[in-house]
């Protein structure tokens, strides 16, 4: 897979910006991203989930779906309560390079590549179920709707708390409603079916 080369800057004397423009990859898929003409941010690994975040097609859906074969692993080898406190460690570092990331970029209110807080939601909702594929598929649905349709107090959280500590919480807010519908739903299934 060959990647094009990017756009040249617009000559020094010329008044046109031309807008910059990620990678573009020749299936047609762009890398999205911090600007990659300036340094990288610490710990752009991470917050991009290993790179699930430069999908310039819907990153967030994208971080999601990579922080699940971890989720599985974690559950597989320690169980589900351990997943719960292991959203802890992804919480926490993403909170310490997010605050930095916006104290080099104070313009970038929520980027949309950096996916860790897609993580933390996404572990927080199938800390609840069993290791299952229909249950993993279900709360991985529901943590996503929450996430993009963000009912209150989801919505709350993404408009009103200020920097790495808002960008954090929303998905953690959404993860708890994905996960007190997973824990609803599989009450309704043991004392009904």
């Known amino acids: 897979m060959s ?10 004397d010329s008044d046109q910006a031309v807008p910059y423009e ?17 340094p990288w941010p610490k710990g752009l690994m991470f917050l991009t989930w290993f790179g699930a975040g430069f999908s310039y097609h819907a990153p967030g859906t994208i971080g999601s ?4 074969p971890m989720a599985a692993g974690i559950v597989w080898f320690a169980g589900a309560n351990v997943l719960a406190l292991a959203a802890i460690i992804p919480f926490v570092l993403g909170m310490i ?14 980027p949309q590549w950096i996916v ?11 800390s609840v179920v069993p290791l299952n594929v229909i249950w993993y598929a279900l709360g991985f649905g529901l ?23 808002g960008i954090m919480l929303d998905d953690v807010l959404a993860g708890l409603y994905a996960a007190g ?9 043991t004392t009904y079916f």
Do not use: C
């Not at 990647?3 to 020094?12: E, I, T």
């Not at 605050?99 to 313009?107: C, F, G």
């Not at 860790?116 to 199938?126: F, H, N, R, S």
């Open 143 to 165: 943590f996503r709707l929450f996430d993009i349709y963000k009912p209150w107090p989801v919505s709350w959280a993404d408009q009103h708390v200020p920097g790495a500590l």
């Open 181 to 189: 519908i997973l824990i609803g739903l599989q009450y309704v299934w």
């Open 22 to 38: 990620p990678l573009m990859l020749e299936n047609g898929w762009r890398i999205g991203g911090p600007d990659w003409r300036k």
């Open 3 to 12: 990647v094009k080369p990017r756009p040249s800057a617009p000559p020094a």
């Open 65 to 68: 779906l990579n922080a699940l």
């Open 116 to 126: 860790i807080d897609e993580v933390v939601g996404l572990w927080i909702t199938l």
């Open 97 to 110: 390079y997010t605050k930095r990331y916006l104290q080099s970029t104070p313009d970038a209110a929520d």
